[in-house]
């Protein structure tokens, strides 16, 4: 029997990580070949003919998949039984901007989006924030939605966590499909922990250890660390616009593994909301492992952290609470 469509919402669906994304949804990219959907985009009125625009493309390309397109600049309508929720709306990052520069034009944002979610979202709707500041704006999400409960509102760093793969993979020659567990601890910016300890290597010899394959501990503890820290800043210089297709393809895989579940051996990084694990501050969103089953996330527990990961797992906490004052100073 054909399930029943879900509704995703896209927000900011007429820029440039929505214009590669939406295409994916419909595609069945995210939530999988057999699973309709109907597609909710919002965009600002600026942006109302552009996303018509969008609007007709999907229509034009005819996907089985997609059973409706509610195309919008008014966010009650946009947010109406939406089952998902994909929060790319807001300000980019631009060339020789840091990430502060834009977090008092998208918190303000996110804290009037969280009242509409709250207020028309179907029950249990699962949220991604993907807009920067990623972390701090799913926080302002959360607080400003009390009634949501904490475990459906996260953010993306699996972006991160893919680029981090990708560099072990090229590193080593090796297929990017059989690399796993590495880990982006904390905020999705440039204090962001990838961390291999734990990561292995598919081989005809069974699984082995990155740290053991890759057998430089200056290269996994340096230039691994600031190539994957700093590959958001380096796409924005070499395409004057920050990643799109990579981000899009990342938030799939973020929304597909929380709702169908993480393969069983295998963790993933998504930034959820802490509850003091790994002694990191709680009532922060933290990018974390997890494991996703029956769709809900859980913090991977009991992985050994030694000092050098340490110091790095509090420093990005550290960004991560300024962020959070700074956050809530430009909201008053
Ligand atoms: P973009 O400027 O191309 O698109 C943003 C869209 O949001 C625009 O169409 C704009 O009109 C719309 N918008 C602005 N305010 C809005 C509002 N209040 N409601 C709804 N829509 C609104 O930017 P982009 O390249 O698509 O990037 C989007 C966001 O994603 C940026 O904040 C970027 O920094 C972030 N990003 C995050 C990651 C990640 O891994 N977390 C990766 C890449 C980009
Ligand atoms: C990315 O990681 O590609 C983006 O978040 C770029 C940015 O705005 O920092």
Not at 53 to 69: C, R
Request: aromatic residues 6%.
């Amino acid at each position: 029997m054909a399930k029943d469509p879900v509704r995703v919402l896209v927000t900011g669906a007429a820029g440039q990580i929505g214009y590669a994304l939406v295409p994916m949804i419909a595609r069945g990219v995210m939530l999988g070949a057999d699973q309709p959907v109907i597609l909710h985009m919002l965009d600002i009125p600026p942006a109302a003919e552009a996303l018509n625009g969008v609007k007709m493309e999907l229509v034009d390309a005819a996907f089985p998949l997609l059973k409706g397109v509610v195309a919008t600049t008014d966010v009650v309508e946009a947010c109406q039984g939406v089952n998902i929720a994909v929060m790319v709306g807001g300000f980019p990052r631009k060339e020789g901007m840091e990430r502060k520069d834009v977090m008092s034009k998208n918190v303000s944002i996110y804290k009037s989006q969280a009242s509409a979610l709250e207020a028309h979202a179907a029950a249990n709707c699962k949220v991604l924030v993907v807009a920067n500041p990623a972390n701090t704006n799913a926080l302002i999400l959360k607080e400003f939605a009390p009634s949501i409960p904490e475990k459906n509102i996260s953010c993306l760093t699996r972006l991160d966590h893919n680029r981090a793969l990708g560099q072990v993979s090229e590193r080593l020659s090796v297929q990017v499909s059989d690399v796993k567990n590495v880990i982006i601890w904390g905020n999705h910016s440039s204090t962001q922990y990838p961390d291999v300890t734990h990561a292995t290597v598919k081989t005809s010899a069974g699984e082995k250890a990155v740290k053991e394959l890759v057998a430089d501990d200056a290269w996994l503890n340096g230039e691994f660390i600031s190539t994957v820290q700093q590959r958001g800043a380096a796409i924005i210089k070499a395409r004057k616009f920050s990643s799109a297709l990579s981000a899009a393809s990342s938030a799939c895989d973020h929304i597909r593994d929380w709702v169908v579940g993480t393969p069983e051996g295998t963790w993933v990084s998504m930034g959820v909301y802490s509850d003091g694990s790994y002694d990191v501050p709680a009532g922060l969103i933290y990018s974390f492992p997890v494991t996703c089953k029956n769709g809900e996330w859980s913090i991977v527990q009991g992985l050994s952290i030694d000092d050098f990961s340490r110091n790095k797992l509090d420093k990005t906490a550290e960004e991560l609470s300024e962020e959070k004052a700074l956050a809530y100073s430009c909201l008053i």
